[in-house]
């Protein structure tokens, strides 16, 4: 783990995300009884969901809205008086910037702090979170997927450099990178503050928008039942993508769009980055082992298709265009050009 | 395959096993809702369960009983003419022998003919049964251990080298044994007519009785989450023996014992044995990889305990003391020497 | 298992395919050091290899040629009197026939016959085989993808009701089909002897052409294995298509292009179809499930591309345009049309 | 992670363990053939070796000795800084303190200071170490047991009250401990700095003595594959306990002896333990599934052997009895008593 920078709110890691849905119970369906996730309240409009190790109140708010999209993603920080600090870091920036008593916000959740950050996207830090029972041993409650826990968020943003120095100005490390032959050609980024490959990671694309949450299973035989689970109902139409194995992160994945078009991740392995000089590593974007380590080709879908993000007053937040498009560049059997 | 002698049955498989439990309720938790065997057909006295790979009518019935005993193993033969060589076979040898028409014995099996073999086991064999719904590729209705079939019955019979002979006579192949170093020594030893390691399996020891049902998974994870299971609901007394690596067979292993203590094994990976010049492979006693490849002790009870069979007349059959001890051979960490 | 029909010969099942290949060295890499094979006899000209479980001497023989190419297939039948039926067989049939003493074809095999088939393939019949040593607990001696044994034969063929007549007459069962609304519209047909889900399937196409080799492993992580192994030498370009989940057989599987182009199915989990009235599945072609259960689209190159194969002098056979192309139906994400 | 006390050094994680072994060359074949760690360093009296997943210099040196013993463990702590902390923290406690400087010590670490804790155990401190390749990709170099990393060190020490207090004064946090009904009734604790559940654990029994090392892998086959080449190679005397499930942690486990009964823990599966107020999960020793969550017995050995540790001249530390002896108590399957 890396310090945080004085002035800067101390993240712990990615906690949870709030997404509009248009069908709770479809996407109850989707989330619960698919993938695995726990629900830890419900009501006539919100899920709160966690995975099986997760040990705090909730790393999913599914709320019902007209349109589907990302509310906001939320960081955990260490204390406190880091609410205070991201107040000020992100006024200072002038960014919006909005606070969330305790009851105001999230179920579960204390006071929190709202922006929109430099990068257009709806970012929430809290400290106080309710405990939930420890479910970690609890097999007989494991369902679908299996899911264990939140593990990161991928974003779409345009300009991928601005990105990775807006989060290293929060303390975050840089695990990986996938770079062309130019100085600042930097296509996308793997960000961490606790001590796995990413917290959160970007996409090069129009932007803010959502690319994905990620979410941790402990082996791989959990992310093929995931896949045979859809296949086996006729629906595997939510299989976007893999199953495969990452060269970035060398995680096993698979791709799943939820009844909105949401996308998740099945994300398992993943290796320890908490040495304080943990060094990035430098993919070339033409090693087309980059995005699947067996050189399968990319979905066009999974380049190009990412969910809205809305502003702290609900509205959609307009999107830029990409600055470099990865998709462009074919490398093997990957690549749109 | 081996061909069947003339004047034998041609048995192409073993088929079901039926048990007499004392609560049926409490057994439906174990081998439906831990096992996750398929409930074909149930009523106030019976239940009819199969794996999810099979495709005929059952593979264990279980019948509510005063005492808890096995009431006959079954083998499917090749033709209806099959029924009446095995009545003339079992006949010529002074068994008992009866016919079972088509409704007077379980549900979804056809005309039987049932005996007390010469090593004193209740034995159906059988041509007709109904077929079942296809559930192969139904991942969606697998639960606990995702038990896909019935793979083999192991019997106690104080005899061993009878009873390969026996088996022998009806065209059973042999794949492994365990033997000393005297020229009959014979301690176990494993018979197949379908093209795996077997079908049956003797254990020296008191006999007649039931030392256990062998149901299949496709792979090791689905043995681990079984014993997970257990854990979680506080009920791991159930699980006596492993999980482990079987010299024999190669098979990785899980000996439960249900409610009534009737012993069954949840046995994944196997070999082809359907050549027809396929060998014998000779274990000797002496070898502790024997019984557990990676040494471990045998669990005591696992040697000495057993379930009781019942005649025709659902009489307890008496029991005969063993005339070789193989729990007496210490080697390694394993016997009770 | 069906039996044989009177006058044909017992076939047990596939064992060995014969290939030419150009570079020897460089076969023996992907052969042995990727997948797994061991290496049971090795000249300048020749490698015979075999699965860790396989009890006879060879599955695999590849032959130093001029250009890639199929020498011929394999089956093993039950008897040596089987070989004078296969002779009266396809004698009968008008098909080139051809006697091999011992000596004078493969190592290990006894005599054979050798014949054209009526679907144009060259296709060997063998009863007597060399023993080879028993692997099947030498896990020190696993390799790469740590192949069991040879599961089938896939050919390209242009009429598949054709061969799924000729393998009838030959005692094959079918379990399963994917056929069109058409009355005679077969796709393609997996057929069995042994009690596996097939021996010998068919790939609608020009033929005959030889679709690929299925080889099994024991678990679906030693598949993925397989894959990370070619990527971590940044051979990746030798993964063709997968892994994914059939929904034919339900395996799971990933094909691979030897360094000729010869392809290689690894190929995990199947199911029992020894039962006499195994009844055949089909499924229909506007099931996008069929060839990958997740809904993957199928590789064009996997649709087209196959080895081609040599008479009994050794000269490549000519090819015949596919009646019926699969790969012109569109479903879902698959299909070229 | 919780945060280092003011005049504590930060630590970040259990870094490296130095064993005295007799032979060399078997030692070698354990660690190195058998358990897949990667050899950063060799010569004829010294092996450095790591993890495929670790992209520091080593995680455990092998040196030759005339006697098995540990030399030290090792910390790595986040700042050269904090070895004067070290230096301070342990010589106001009236410990021997001794500085190491680059060159002096063990391959590829800077400055270092070891002292004899206050439990008797010879510790390092070191903050540089040299970078070295990474493997982490390259599945074509890993062998037997693929570990991944080090983990944990278990040390038997005879007060675990006084254990779990030093190691609190160092900032560690306290994931589980086993508990009897008695107020200071602390059988046994596992701390950590990085995020997992463990960096350090005690296990009640005479001491100073290692119990262990942890070393992780990914999946819970590769745990299975060790056992399984340890059977292959008739060496299963090497498998001391397991594999199992621990209640404690929830990882899947075996234990290994090494030729010099230094014993190894192959440990998978984890859960994250990074926020600020994680709780101390408790178990009572009364519950069967602490040690096992099948409930199997632990093995006598287990609870009685251990390696002895040497002082900072390289002389055998005396060993005190313990306090409280888990193994006194019987639950279920579990104890001696």
Redesign the interface.
């Known amino acids: 783990?890396t310090t945080a920078p004085p002035g800067a709110p101390d993240v712990?890691?990615s906690a949870y995300a709030q997404l509009a849905v248009t069908d709770l119970a479809r996407s109850r369906w989707f989330w619960v009884d698919m993938l695995g996730l726990h629900v830890q309240y419900e009501d006539e409009n919100t899920l709160y969901l966690r995975g099986t190790?997760e040990?705090?109140h909730h790393s999913l708010v599914l709320r019902r809205g007209e349109t589907a999209a990302l509310d906001h993603i939320a960081y955990?920080v260490?204390?406190p008086g880091d609410l205070d600090r991201a107040w000020a870091f992100f006024s200072s920036l002038g960014c919006p910037v909005r606070r969330v008593p305790a009851g105001a916000g999230a179920r579960g959740i204390g006071d929190a702090v709202r922006v929109i950050d430099p990068l257009g996207f709806p970012v929430e830090f809290f400290h106080h979170t309710e405990?939930a029972e420890?479910l970690?041993?609890?097999?007989?409650l494991r369902r679908g997927a299996e899911v264990?826990?939140l593990d990161h968020f991928n974003l779409c943003t345009p300009d991928i450099p601005a990105a990775y120095r807006h989060y290293r100005s929060l303390g975050f490390g840089c695990s990986e990178t996938i770079e062309g032959d130019g100085e600042h050609e930097m296509y996308a980024a793997w960000m961490y503050r606790?001590?796995t490959v990413h917290d959160v990671a970007f996409t090069g694309g129009a932007g803010p928008r959502l690319h994905h949450l990620g979410v941790a299973t402990?082996?791989?035989?959990q992310v093929?039942?995931t896949?045979?689970?859809?296949?086996?109902?006729?629906e595997?139409?939510h299989?976007e993508r893999g199953?495969g194995?990452h060269?970035v992160s060398?995680a096993?994945y698979l791709y799943l769009r939820d009844p909105d078009g949401h996308r998740v991740e099945i994300y398992t392995?993943d290796?320890?980055t908490?040495?304080?000089?943990?060094?990035t590593?430098r993919w070339s974007v033409r090693d087309?082992?980059r995005r699947d380590?067996?050189?399968?080709a990319v979905i066009e879908s999974w380049y190009k298709e990412a969910s809205p993000v809305l502003d702290l007053e609900g509205r959609p937040r307009p999107v830029s265009d990409s600055l470099l498009d990865e998709s462009a560049v074919r490398i093997?059997a990957d690549g749109l050009g």
């Not at 380590?293 to 399968?296: A, E, H, N, P």
């Open positions: 783990m712990v890691r190790d040990l705090t955990r260490r204390t405990r420890r970690i041993q609890r097999y007989d264990a826990r606790k001590q402990h082996e791989s035989h093929l039942r896949a045979d689970l859809f296949g086996a109902l006729r595997e139409h299989i199953p194995r060269g060398n096993f392995s290796y320890y908490g040495d304080p000089d943990h060094e590593y087309d082992r380590f067996w050189g399968s093997g």
